[in-house]
Protein backbone atom coordinates (compact mmCIF):
# COMPACT_ATOMS: atom_id res chain seq x y z
CA UNK A 1 0.00 0.00 0.00
CA UNK A 2 1.09 3.87 -0.58
CA UNK A 3 1.35 4.01 3.33
CA UNK A 4 3.14 1.22 3.71
CA UNK A 5 5.75 1.99 0.88
CA UNK A 6 5.99 5.92 2.30
CA UNK A 7 6.77 4.13 5.95
CA UNK A 8 9.82 2.34 4.40
CA UNK A 9 10.59 4.97 2.09
CA UNK A 10 11.03 7.19 5.42
CA UNK A 11 13.80 4.80 7.11
CA UNK A 12 16.57 6.47 4.79
CA UNK A 13 19.80 5.13 6.94
CA UNK A 14 17.76 1.35 6.36
CA UNK A 15 18.44 1.63 2.60
CA UNK A 16 20.53 -0.83 0.77
CA UNK A 17 22.47 0.13 -2.15
CA UNK A 18 20.28 1.23 -5.03
CA UNK A 19 17.62 2.38 -2.59
CA UNK A 20 15.93 -0.80 -2.38
CA UNK A 21 14.79 -1.39 1.27
CA UNK A 22 16.33 -3.70 3.53
CA UNK A 23 14.71 -5.90 5.88
CA UNK A 24 15.37 -4.32 8.63
CA UNK A 25 14.04 -1.18 7.19
CA UNK A 26 11.14 -2.68 6.03
CA UNK A 27 10.64 -4.36 10.05
CA UNK A 28 11.21 -0.59 11.18
CA UNK A 29 8.56 0.40 8.98
CA UNK A 30 5.84 -1.82 9.25
CA UNK A 31 6.34 -1.01 13.40
CA UNK A 32 6.16 2.69 12.47
CA UNK A 33 3.14 2.42 10.70
CA UNK A 34 0.88 0.21 13.06
CA UNK A 35 2.23 2.51 16.28
CA UNK A 36 4.47 0.05 17.82
CA UNK A 37 7.27 0.16 19.45
CA UNK A 38 10.75 0.10 17.24
CA UNK A 39 12.42 -3.50 16.83
CA UNK A 40 14.91 -4.40 18.54
CA UNK A 41 18.43 -6.41 17.15
CA UNK A 42 18.08 -8.04 14.32
CA UNK A 43 16.14 -11.43 14.49
CA UNK A 44 14.44 -13.20 11.28
CA UNK A 45 11.09 -11.48 9.69
CA UNK A 46 7.92 -13.13 8.16
CA UNK A 47 5.96 -11.62 5.94
CA UNK A 48 2.84 -13.28 4.80
CA UNK A 49 0.36 -12.92 2.08
CA UNK A 50 -2.98 -11.63 4.44
CA UNK A 51 -6.08 -14.09 3.45
CA UNK A 52 -9.28 -12.88 4.31
CA UNK A 53 -11.31 -15.87 5.75
CA UNK A 54 -12.75 -17.83 8.79
CA UNK A 55 -10.52 -19.01 11.29
CA UNK A 56 -10.28 -22.60 11.41
CA UNK A 57 -8.51 -25.51 13.81
CA UNK A 58 -7.92 -29.23 13.05
CA UNK A 59 -6.78 -30.30 16.65
CA UNK A 60 -5.37 -34.36 16.78
CA UNK A 61 -3.77 -36.77 18.76
CA UNK A 62 -0.84 -39.01 16.45
CA UNK A 63 1.66 -41.22 17.72
CA UNK A 64 5.20 -41.77 15.82
CA UNK A 65 3.80 -39.79 12.79
CA UNK A 66 0.37 -41.94 12.60
CA UNK A 67 -3.05 -39.49 13.08
CA UNK A 68 -5.33 -41.84 15.47
CA UNK A 69 -7.93 -39.25 15.80
CA UNK A 70 -9.20 -35.39 14.82
CA UNK A 71 -11.38 -32.79 14.86
CA UNK A 72 -11.65 -29.58 12.49
CA UNK A 73 -13.84 -26.78 14.25
CA UNK A 74 -14.50 -23.74 12.34
CA UNK A 75 -14.31 -20.81 14.76
CA UNK A 76 -17.86 -18.94 14.30
CA UNK A 77 -17.02 -16.59 17.74
CA UNK A 78 -14.45 -15.92 19.16
CA UNK A 79 -13.49 -13.98 22.48
CA UNK A 80 -12.20 -11.28 22.42
CA UNK A 81 -12.32 -10.31 18.76
CA UNK A 82 -10.88 -10.39 16.58
CA UNK A 83 -8.11 -12.99 17.25
CA UNK A 84 -9.34 -14.76 20.70
CA UNK A 85 -10.20 -18.30 21.43
CA UNK A 86 -12.85 -19.94 20.67
CA UNK A 87 -16.68 -19.16 21.96
CA UNK A 88 -18.40 -20.82 19.44
CA UNK A 89 -17.21 -24.31 17.20
CA UNK A 90 -18.79 -25.58 14.68
CA UNK A 91 -17.37 -29.46 14.22
CA UNK A 92 -17.14 -30.17 10.52
CA UNK A 93 -15.66 -32.38 7.91
CA UNK A 94 -12.73 -30.91 5.29
CA UNK A 95 -11.20 -33.66 3.69
CA UNK A 96 -8.25 -31.21 2.58
CA UNK A 97 -7.43 -30.16 6.05
CA UNK A 98 -7.66 -33.37 7.46
CA UNK A 99 -5.39 -34.85 4.69
CA UNK A 100 -2.42 -31.95 5.57
CA UNK A 101 -2.71 -32.85 8.84
CA UNK A 102 -1.99 -36.61 7.77
CA UNK A 103 1.22 -35.80 5.93
CA UNK A 104 2.78 -33.27 8.45
CA UNK A 105 2.01 -35.62 11.23
CA UNK A 106 3.84 -38.01 8.99
CA UNK A 107 6.75 -35.74 7.61
CA UNK A 108 7.42 -34.65 11.31
CA UNK A 109 6.95 -38.14 12.82
CA UNK A 110 4.42 -36.61 15.77
CA UNK A 111 3.71 -38.06 18.67
CA UNK A 112 0.88 -36.55 21.36
CA UNK A 113 -1.72 -34.33 21.02
CA UNK A 114 -1.36 -31.14 18.83
CA UNK A 115 -3.31 -28.75 16.37
CA UNK A 116 -3.08 -26.98 13.33
CA UNK A 117 -4.66 -23.51 12.74
CA UNK A 118 -5.63 -22.21 9.60
CA UNK A 119 -7.87 -19.75 7.54
CA UNK A 120 -10.49 -20.53 5.38
CA UNK A 121 -11.27 -17.90 2.29
CA UNK A 122 -14.63 -17.52 1.28
CA UNK A 123 -14.15 -20.68 -1.34
CA UNK A 124 -13.60 -23.00 1.45
CA UNK A 125 -9.74 -22.96 0.37
CA UNK A 126 -7.95 -23.68 3.50
CA UNK A 127 -4.26 -21.78 4.50
CA UNK A 128 -2.14 -23.60 6.98
CA UNK A 129 -0.83 -20.79 9.29
CA UNK A 130 0.82 -22.53 12.46
CA UNK A 131 1.44 -25.71 14.18
CA UNK A 132 0.81 -25.43 18.17
CA UNK A 133 2.69 -28.77 19.55
CA UNK A 134 0.19 -29.18 22.63
CA UNK A 135 -3.35 -29.94 24.12
CA UNK A 136 -5.88 -27.28 22.86
CA UNK A 137 -8.76 -25.92 25.09
CA UNK A 138 -11.43 -28.13 23.01
CA UNK A 139 -9.27 -31.40 23.57
CA UNK A 140 -11.76 -32.79 26.08
CA UNK A 141 -14.43 -32.48 23.46
CA UNK A 142 -13.65 -35.30 21.91
CA UNK A 143 -16.01 -38.01 23.26
CA UNK A 144 -18.80 -35.68 22.30
CA UNK A 145 -17.95 -35.91 18.65
CA UNK A 146 -16.56 -39.01 18.49
CA UNK A 147 -13.01 -39.04 17.90
CA UNK A 148 -11.43 -39.42 21.37
CA UNK A 149 -8.01 -38.13 21.02
CA UNK A 150 -6.84 -38.83 24.03
CA UNK A 151 -8.38 -42.13 24.35
CA UNK A 152 -6.53 -43.63 21.17
CA UNK A 153 -3.54 -41.64 22.47
CA UNK A 154 -3.53 -44.03 25.71
CA UNK A 155 -4.13 -46.85 23.52
CA UNK A 156 -0.73 -46.46 21.20
CA UNK A 157 0.96 -45.93 24.13
CA UNK A 158 0.33 -48.87 25.97
CA UNK A 159 0.41 -50.84 22.61
CA UNK A 160 -3.15 -51.74 21.99
CA UNK A 161 -4.88 -51.68 19.13
CA UNK A 162 -5.85 -48.15 17.91
CA UNK A 163 -8.05 -48.98 14.43
CA UNK A 164 -7.79 -46.51 11.49
CA UNK A 165 -8.23 -42.40 12.06
CA UNK A 166 -11.35 -41.26 13.79
CA UNK A 167 -12.58 -37.78 12.65
CA UNK A 168 -15.36 -36.25 15.08
CA UNK A 169 -18.66 -35.76 13.38
CA UNK A 170 -20.10 -32.81 12.18
CA UNK A 171 -22.08 -30.55 15.39
CA UNK A 172 -21.87 -27.46 17.07
CA UNK A 173 -20.72 -26.39 20.61
CA UNK A 174 -20.72 -23.42 22.93
CA UNK A 175 -17.73 -22.96 25.35
CA UNK A 176 -18.59 -21.93 28.52
CA UNK A 177 -17.70 -19.05 29.85
CA UNK A 178 -15.92 -17.62 26.97
CA UNK A 179 -19.40 -17.34 25.00
CA UNK A 180 -21.45 -15.93 27.41
CA UNK A 181 -18.19 -12.90 27.87
CA UNK A 182 -18.97 -12.10 24.34
CA UNK A 183 -22.21 -12.01 24.76
CA UNK A 184 -24.27 -12.46 27.85
CA UNK A 185 -27.38 -12.63 25.54
CA UNK A 186 -26.31 -14.90 23.28
CA UNK A 187 -28.47 -17.22 21.48
CA UNK A 188 -26.15 -19.56 20.66
CA UNK A 189 -26.27 -20.28 24.33
CA UNK A 190 -29.90 -21.24 23.58
CA UNK A 191 -29.86 -22.98 20.39
CA UNK A 192 -26.31 -24.92 20.72
CA UNK A 193 -24.94 -27.22 23.18
CA UNK A 194 -23.14 -25.96 25.79
CA UNK A 195 -19.57 -26.98 27.39
CA UNK A 196 -19.87 -26.54 31.03
CA UNK A 197 -18.73 -28.56 33.81
CA UNK A 198 -22.50 -29.51 35.56
CA UNK A 199 -21.54 -32.66 36.40
CA UNK A 200 -18.66 -31.39 38.37
CA UNK A 201 -19.47 -29.01 41.03
CA UNK A 202 -15.88 -28.04 42.58
CA UNK A 203 -14.73 -27.10 38.85
CA UNK A 204 -18.30 -25.40 37.97
CA UNK A 205 -17.12 -23.13 41.16
CA UNK A 206 -13.78 -22.85 40.73
CA UNK A 207 -14.10 -21.53 37.15
CA UNK A 208 -17.30 -19.61 37.96
CA UNK A 209 -15.27 -17.17 40.22
CA UNK A 210 -12.29 -17.31 37.97
CA UNK A 211 -13.64 -16.19 35.16
CA UNK A 212 -16.65 -14.18 36.04
CA UNK A 213 -16.55 -10.89 38.71
CA UNK A 214 -19.62 -10.81 41.34
CA UNK A 215 -22.45 -8.88 38.78
CA UNK A 216 -21.48 -11.74 35.98
CA UNK A 217 -22.36 -14.44 38.41
CA UNK A 218 -25.10 -12.65 38.97
CA UNK A 219 -26.59 -12.59 35.70
CA UNK A 220 -25.06 -15.97 34.69
CA UNK A 221 -27.20 -17.73 37.38
CA UNK A 222 -30.16 -16.18 36.12
CA UNK A 223 -29.42 -16.50 32.73
CA UNK A 224 -28.70 -20.38 33.43
CA UNK A 225 -32.09 -20.89 35.15
CA UNK A 226 -33.82 -20.70 31.48
CA UNK A 227 -31.40 -23.02 30.25
CA UNK A 228 -32.04 -25.56 33.04
CA UNK A 229 -33.08 -27.62 30.62
CA UNK A 230 -30.99 -27.77 27.76
CA UNK A 231 -27.61 -28.93 30.33
CA UNK A 232 -27.08 -32.41 30.73
CA UNK A 233 -25.02 -34.32 33.31
CA UNK A 234 -22.08 -35.23 31.07
CA UNK A 235 -20.80 -31.84 31.33
CA UNK A 236 -21.95 -30.38 28.13
CA UNK A 237 -25.15 -29.25 27.32
Known amino acids: SQELDAACAAVGHDSGPGGRRSVSGIRTGLHRLMGLP???GSGP???????AGTPV????SAWEGRV??????????VHPAPFGPS????VVRHAEIESAAVRLARHFGLSGIASFDFVMDAEGAPYLLECNP???PISHLGLSFGADRVGSLRCAVEGESTGGTVYGKEGWVSLFPQEFLRDPDSAFLDRVPLDIPVADDPLLKH???RALDAD????WQKRARTMRSALSPNGTA
Open 207 to 209: LLH
Open 38 to 40: EPI
Open 216 to 219: QRQR
Open 57 to 60: MHTF
Open 87 to 90: SVLH
Open 68 to 77: LAGLTGVKEQ
Open 134 to 136: RPT
Open 45 to 51: TSVQRFV
